[in-house]
């Protein structure tokens, strides 16, 4: 796998099956299009135009499908906003000619590129279905296998023309997640994602059970893609004995412009007069501070507990039940194209895409 991030298009290649529905397969790197050599015994990304050869079952599927490999195949851990940029473009350009797309992509940072792509396509009115795997598609018992079939399946559901989930989602493991809700959450059970503050959008068993009043419903309207994203952002993970030096030098950090702060519990924080006093400034210095909690589950709520009263009094914005994952990615996506502050203020504090339960 490259680090190059100079993502160039791509090659397309085509299959055509059927014409009854059109799907776009996205492949970007990570393990699942891997395969072991058999020499060195390490893994490489496998030729994508063998995919038959991995999954012959695929051919039994009435629909086309058709196939859009990154020129530089990447480990998730290089994903950039270039990558998010040009993934955005990819859709765009050929959102017309789909009625589903599938995103293969690396599962470590899947949940920000899914909450990051949620926010960037306003409007979307048909399935992006991002999947990826814990082990290769070259293993024999890989996860991978599934979780594209399942993947592909369910971008490809319609029921009176209409898509079945026209939104950003997360298959793995049997069930279909809210992008912008998911956090990844073990590096070797095939039970990888989490979604604790919003329900399942899908459970594949014998069938594939749609939990349709918890699913977006499309708006008709026309796509808007966002292309502008700003990173100064950043995260500051509280910890007992968090020092004070630390807390500084993060709010000291050239050009920023938010903080997103994952605070204990319900938003709790140290009640230390440094520490209250670090943050206060740096708010009256235009530094958007945005709670978020440390745990899987559960909202932020600000005056709960005492240890959270003083951030309320100081100006902090509470993202309620909004992971880490998608309050970065909100953040870099409105300080990227929303220009007034109140606008930003108040739309941190609003559900977009279905990212936070107010
Ligand atoms: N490191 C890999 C990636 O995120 C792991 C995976 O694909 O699951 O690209």
Same mark, same amino acid.
């Given at each position: 796998?490259?680090?190059?991030?100079?993502?160039?298009?791509?090659?397309?290649?085509?299959?055509?099956?059927?014409?009854?529905?059109?799907?776009?397969?996205?492949?970007?790197?990570?393990?699942?299009?891997?395969?072991?050599?058999?020499?060195?015994?390490?893994?490489?990304?496998?030729?994508?135009?063998?995919?038959?050869?991995?999954?012959?079952?695929?051919?039994?599927?009435?629909?086309?499908?058709?196939?859009?490999?990154?020129?530089?195949?990447?480990?998730?851990?290089?994903?950039?906003?270039?990558?998010?940029?040009?993934?955005?473009?990819?859709?765009?350009?050929?959102?017309?000619?789909?009625?589903?797309?599938?995103?293969?992509?690396?599962?470590?940072?899947?949940?920000?590129?899914?909450?990051?792509?949620?926010?960037?396509?306003?409007?979307?009115?048909?399935?992006? +279905?991002?999947?990826?795997?814990? $082990?290769?598609?070259? #293993?024999?018992? /890989?996860? @991978?296998?599934? *979780?594209?079939?399942?993947?592909?399946?369910?971008?490809?559901?319609?029921?009176?023309?209409?898509?079945?989930?026209?939104?950003?989602?997360?298959?793995?493991?049997?069930?279909?997640?809210?992008?912008?809700?998911?956090?990844?959450?073990?590096?070797?059970?095939?039970?990888?994602?989490?979604?604790?503050?919003?329900?399942?959008?899908?459970?594949?068993?014998?069938?594939?059970?749609?939990?349709?009043?918890?699913?977006?419903?499309?708006?008709?309207?026309?796509?808007?893609?966002?292309?502008?994203?700003?990173?100064?952002?950043?995260?500051?993970?509280?910890?007992?004995?968090?020092?004070?030096?630390?807390?500084?030098? +993060?709010?000291?950090?050239?050009? $920023?412009?938010?903080? #997103?702060?994952? /605070?204990? @519990?319900?938003? *709790?924080?140290?009640?230390?007069?440094?520490?209250?006093?670090?943050?206060?400034?740096?708010?009256?210095?235009?530094?958007?501070?945005?709670?978020?909690?440390?745990?899987?589950?559960?909202?932020?709520?600000?005056?709960?507990?005492?240890?959270?009263?003083?951030?309320?009094?100081?100006?902090?914005?509470?993202?309620?039940?909004?992971?880490?994952?998608?309050?970065?990615?909100?953040?870099?996506?409105?300080?990227?194209?929303?220009?007034?502050?109140?606008?930003?203020?108040?739309?941190?504090?609003?559900?977009?895409?279905?990212?936070?339960?107010?």
């Amino acid at each position: 796998m490259g680090s190059d991030r100079s993502l160039q298009p791509i090659n397309i290649f085509h299959n055509v099956m059927n014409q009854n529905r059109s799907l776009l397969v996205i492949y970007t790197g990570g393990t699942i299009g891997m395969v072991q050599d058999s020499e060195s015994g390490s893994l490489l990304p496998f030729n994508f135009e063998n995919l038959y050869q991995y999954i012959p079952i695929l051919k039994n599927f009435n629909y086309t499908i058709d196939f859009y490999v990154f020129d530089t195949l990447i480990d998730s851990s290089n994903v950039s906003p270039a990558f998010w940029i040009q993934l955005a473009e990819v859709i765009e350009s050929r959102y017309e000619s789909y009625d589903g797309f599938v995103v293969l992509h690396g599962t470590d940072t899947m949940s920000f590129s899914a909450a990051m792509l949620s926010f960037m396509l306003e409007n979307l009115n048909k399935p992006i +279905v991002f999947t990826g795997s814990q $082990l290769p598609l070259g #293993v024999i018992r /890989t996860d @991978g296998r599934d *979780n594209f079939i399942n993947a592909i399946e369910i971008a490809a559901s319609y029921e009176d023309d209409m898509p079945m989930v026209p939104e950003v989602c997360v298959y793995f493991d049997n069930k279909l997640f809210r992008g912008n809700r998911t956090t990844k959450f073990n590096s070797e059970n095939f039970k990888a994602f989490l979604s604790v503050n919003y329900p399942l959008l899908a459970e594949v068993g014998v069938k594939i059970k749609y939990n349709s009043p918890y699913i977006q419903k499309p708006n008709f309207k026309k796509l808007t893609v966002y292309k502008n994203i700003d990173c100064n952002v950043a995260l500051l993970k509280l910890y007992p004995g968090i020092s004070e030096h630390l807390v500084h030098a +993060v709010l000291q950090t050239m050009e $920023l412009k938010a903080l #997103v702060l994952e /605070t204990f @519990g319900s938003g *709790n924080a140290p009640t230390d007069s440094w520490f209250i006093e670090a943050i206060e400034q740096a708010i009256n210095k235009g530094i958007i501070v945005y709670v978020v909690t440390q745990c899987n589950g559960g909202s932020v709520e600000i005056g709960k507990y005492e240890t959270s009263r003083d951030l309320g009094r100081i100006g902090v914005i509470s993202g309620y039940d909004i992971t880490t994952e998608a309050a970065i990615t909100k953040m870099m996506f409105l300080l990227g194209n929303v220009e007034s502050k109140e606008s930003i203020y108040q739309l941190l504090q609003t559900s977009m895409r279905g990212e936070m339960t107010i």
